[in-house]
């Protein structure tokens, strides 16, 4: 594949929310992307995704192996997790603090939970201290260093530094450190906005490249990067485009290539702008969205649909199956993502899905 062309596609690691991964330009018309909630794990297993589970990457390998023996015993013959894939070197990172990182990286604690993914305190930074906040230095930074010390047992035991962490994007952790009055901030206090967005943007760069200069020393080359832009209909399009764009296009460039998430939201108020970042590499956005146009404005990136854990389990297959024609008519070649799929789904429903997928690319091969 082209660097010209060059594409990610989603994956959901065992236990922890979508990523992008790069693509090998083989993959299907439709292609499925499964994942489940910390909790569908912990009913099965007992598994306590606590604290210690974020911390102790030796306990975490435990984990991750009785997770993907779950996997292969109850969807065989499947890719779900990556469960194709070998035992070792595993992927001991993807999944690690969360969406967390960057904010705890500014010093806001961390809370953990048995059975979901950890969350930021609501401890929000004030006017005078979002006017006087720089970049934290990450070489005398506790959080980071103790992370990069979790990517040294890693590379010690694994051999290769698999996986990835969650860097967000500037807006969702501009509001983990800012709350709600960043939305007042848009308008009453543009320049302080931008000053906070400069901030996160430049710990998030720097933060990636550190991390992807040592797994480079393990033999894992990464060169992209995946913004999550999980609020972006919390602003209007000029918003965006006079706010969040330059950070988004300064990430596309100093990566050479970049993953756009926006959740299950209706993207078309901002894809015209998305399809002018440099090196588009995935694109996804929810089903309410122009499909068609979103794949006439974005040709070259990868696209993908996410599709609701609600709508897998409370729709009719026949109404699945014509959404999955919809899809594959109007915006494939795409993945589809079905992340977050709670405790209690009927394993039955879940292969039911990834059999429709599979008879809408048996049909477009012929």
């Not at 705890?104 to 979002?130: F, K, M, R, S, T």
Request: hydrophobic fraction near 35%; proline fraction near 6%; charge should be negative.
């Amino acid at each position: 594949m082209s660097q010209e062309t060059r594409q990610l596609i989603s994956y959901i690691s065992p236990a922890a929310s979508a990523t992008r991964r790069p693509g090998t330009g083989s993959e299907p018309f439709l292609r499925p992307e499964i994942g489940f909630t910390p909790n569908w794990y912990r009913a099965s297993l007992g598994i306590d995704f606590g604290r210690r589970w974020h911390t102790e990457p030796v306990y975490r390998r435990e984990t991750v192996l009785a997770m993907r023996s779950e996997l292969k015993r109850r969807f065989p013959n499947t890719k779900i997790g990556g469960i194709n894939r070998p035992d070792k070197p595993l992927d001991l990172l993807t999944g690690t603090y969360g969406c967390s990182g960057v904010a705890a990286i500014y010093g806001v604690p961390i809370i953990y939970y048995e059975d979901n993914w950890p969350n930021c305190e609501h401890q929000y930074l004030g006017d005078n201290e979002v006017d006087n906040l720089e970049a934290p230095e990450l070489d005398t930074n506790p959080f980071f260093q103790e992370l990069m010390a979790q990517v040294e047992w890693i590379a010690a035991h694994e051999g290769r530094v698999e996986g990835f962490i969650n860097f967000q994007g500037v807006l969702n952790n501009a509001y983990r450190l800012r709350g709600e009055k960043l939305f007042y901030d848009i308008i009453d206090a543009p320049q302080r906005c931008r000053g906070l967005f400069d901030c996160i943007c430049t710990t998030m760069m720097d933060a990636a490249k550190r991390l992807h200069k040592r797994q480079l020393e393990s033999g894992v080359k990464i060169d992209f990067f995946t913004v999550s832009n999980c609020l972006v209909n919390m602003v209007s399009p000029e918003q965006y485009r006079d706010f969040l764009l330059p950070f988004d296009r300064r990430m596309g460039e100093a990566f050479g290539c970049i993953g756009i998430h926006n959740c299950a939201w209706n993207a078309d108020p901002y894809v015209h702008d998305y399809a002018t970042i440099p090196n588009l590499g995935y694109i996804d956005m929810g089903l309410d969205s122009d499909l068609a146009r979103a794949r006439e404005v974005i040709t070259s990136a990868r696209r993908a649909v996410m599709y609701t854990p609600t709508d897998l389990v409370n729709k009719s297959l026949d109404t699945i199956r014509a959404d999955l024609e919809r899809v594959a008519r109007d915006y494939a070649p795409c993945d589809i993502v079905v992340g977050d799929i709670e405790a209690g789904t009927p394993d039955e429903r879940i292969m039911a899905f990834l059999e429709l997928c599979s008879e809408i690319n048996r049909r477009m091969e012929k």
